[in-house]
């Protein structure tokens, strides 16, 4: 049932327990409980909102940076993940196989304040040997969820 | 000439559809709520309309073999065994349809003599009887109680054969009703049956839509496959209602009848929906029918947000337990069923439909579909409890 539970909020986290209660044919107290344990252990990190910022008047740039390191003994590539994930530009990390080790995006005002943000801070630690900086230049589809001209419903109203 | 006068007289008396009404008043209206729609609103799977783009792009746009693409029919033939537990042989015991709907009359056509009875469980869906007697046949309705949930049972089925029935229509998941018949049920039936030489019709177009059980198909009971034309489709289990394109599985010579039927006023069904239908098989076949599993785990959470609603709101309704329909009770209000949805839509622009469109048993209910997300089941329940506010 916790995935069950999961999954109805991943897809609307707006839905309240007594709503996934009558889903999963269930009692709310329970949906509660499970809910507060998920919560505790950090399985549920955080509840958010998918926002389209391209029809806002909000100007900022998304950059994909590959970044190639070093790993350190004992630990690793976490302790240079870390160095890199502090920053409050940095919206995502991911150790990656393949070609580079971490995909890094970065969110900025501008591609100046993005591009300046790659020579002074990310490039110039010790373990990392190379960056490639990629802009995104549109966004489609997000986290599963399409942004613009979502299919509609072209059903008739009344359908035997 | 009076071109009025020239109607065939068995088309003529088969009276104009029961949704029709109010589908011309619901389209018409702005800000309309829909709980009125017999199909999915999942679209079809991307994969299924990619394949077919491809196809087109190949330049596949010929006629197929009258019976349906072979391998198709290898692959209707391993998914009813992998899902169902039915053995049919591709080669001549599986026929490829415009939809289940021309199934249903290839099978009726394929049997029909002048003066043949059809029994038809009451409600059920609105195309059987008029199929029936286009065909020359009468149809005779068979009465479910609300009591039974609506099911088919052994003593009202006995009391309507006589020695002019033909064949019975066995219509489970059920539209509009949302019953199903478990194991037992269908064997109590079957019972009936072997003392008779009556065929049995069996629109098994919702069967992947059960919940909390799996679907059972009377033809996979001992001794019930020779006289059971099995109908199913592509509409339901796999969002493909627009591409028409159902089967017919069967006896080789009940399936032959068919096809001669077919070829001469159909020839094939579409090679595109042909090609579509392959390749939701073999995606299923691959990965478990993950995408089946996913709509009817929607379906089913749809189905208790609405039975809890309706009860909530105080309409007495019994849990469906197939298809994607609730059929909840009206007779408190005192009103006729079609009065009850002329008057809903008109007063909070819901759109449900009439049990009565689905035959005469369906007095006092009303069809509700739950392929709807579920704001839109909330927000059309709401309005029915103000309404019923209003009126009671």
């Known amino acids: ?160 | 000439m009076n071109v009025e006068s020239m109607i065939a007289e068995r088309v003529k008396e088969v009276p104009p559809s029961g949704i029709r009404k109010f589908f011309d008043i619901a389209s018409e209206m702005e800000g309309v709520i829909s709980l009125g729609v017999g199909e999915p609103d999942f679209v079809t799977p991307w994969n299924v309309r990619e394949a077919c783009i491809y196809s087109l792009e190949k330049g596949m746009t010929c006629y197929t073999s009258n019976w349906g693409m072979p391998e198709l029919r290898k692959a209707i033939s391993c998914y009813l065994s992998r899902r169902f537990g039915l053995e049919y042989n591709p080669k001549n015991e599986i026929v490829v349809t415009v939809g289940a709907s021309e199934a249903i009359d290839l099978a009726l056509r394929a049997i029909l003599n002048p003066e043949d009875e059809v029994l038809i469980p009451d409600p059920s869906y609105v195309a059987y009887m008029p199929c029936v007697r286009f065909a020359g046949a009468k149809a005779v309705a068979v009465e479910c109680r609300p009591e039974d949930e609506f099911r088919l049972t052994p003593d009202k089925l006995e009391q309507k054969i006589t020695p002019k029935t033909k064949a019975l229509i066995l219509p489970y998941p059920n539209n509009p009703t949302g019953a199903i018949m478990t194991h037992d049920d269908l064997e109590a039936i079957a019972q009936v049956l072997r003392r008779t030489d009556i065929i049995v019709i069996s629109d098994e177009i919702y069967a992947e839509l059960t919940y909390g059980q799996r679907h059972v198909s009377i033809a996979s009971l001992p001794d019930m496959k020779e006289r059971t034309v099995v109908i199913n489709g592509f509409s339901k289990a796999f969002a493909m209602t627009g591409w028409r394109l159902g089967y017919a599985a069967g006896h080789p010579a009940l399936i032959s009848a068919m096809v001669k039927i077919h070829q001469y006023t159909t020839l094939c069904a579409p090679i595109m929906a042909q090609v579509a239908a392959i390749e939701a098989l073999r995606k299923g076949f691959e990965d478990g029918f993950a995408s089946v599993e996913y709509m009817v785990k929607q379906y089913n959470m749809r189905r208790k947000v609405m039975v809890n609603g309706f009860r909530e709101i105080g309409l007495e309704c019994y849990e469906p337990k197939g298809a994607f329909y609730v059929f909840p009770s009206i007779k408190k209000t005192g009103m006729t069923s079609e009065e009850f949805c002329e008057k809903l839509l008109m007063d909070q622009k819901v759109a449900v439909v009439p049990g009565t469109a689905f035959g005469a048993s369906g007095e006092g209910f009303i069809r509700c579909s739950y392929a709807y997300s579920i704001d839109n089941i909330n927000e059309a329940i709401k309005r029915i409890g103000n309404f019923l506010k209003k009126i009671l």
Do not use: C
């Open chain 1, 1 to 160: 049932m916790v995935n069950e539970i999961l999954e109805i909020l991943n897809e609307d986290s707006r839905r309240t327990p007594e709503e996934i209660a009558v889903m999963l044919g269930t009692d709310v107290e329970t949906v509660k409980q499970k809910i507060e344990e998920l919560e505790k252990n950090k399985v549920i990190v955080k509840y958010n909102t998918i926002v389209n910022w391209d029809k806002t008047d909000r100007e900022y740039v998304t950059a994909l940076i590959e970044v190639k390191v070093t790993p350190q003994r004992d630990q690793g590539f976490d302790a240079i993940a870390e160095r890199i994930y502090k920053f409050p530009e940095v919206k995502s990390v991911y150790l990656m196989s393949g070609d580079y080790d971490l995909a890094v995006m970065i969110e900025g005002r501008t591609m100046k304040e993005v591009a300046f943000f790659v020579a002074e801070k990310l490039s110039v630690l010790d373990s990392v040997l190379s960056t490639a900086t990629h802009f995104v230049l549109k966004k489609y589809k997000v986290d599963g969820v399409i942004l613009e001209d979502e299919e509609k419903d072209y059903r008739q109203v009344i359908v035997p």
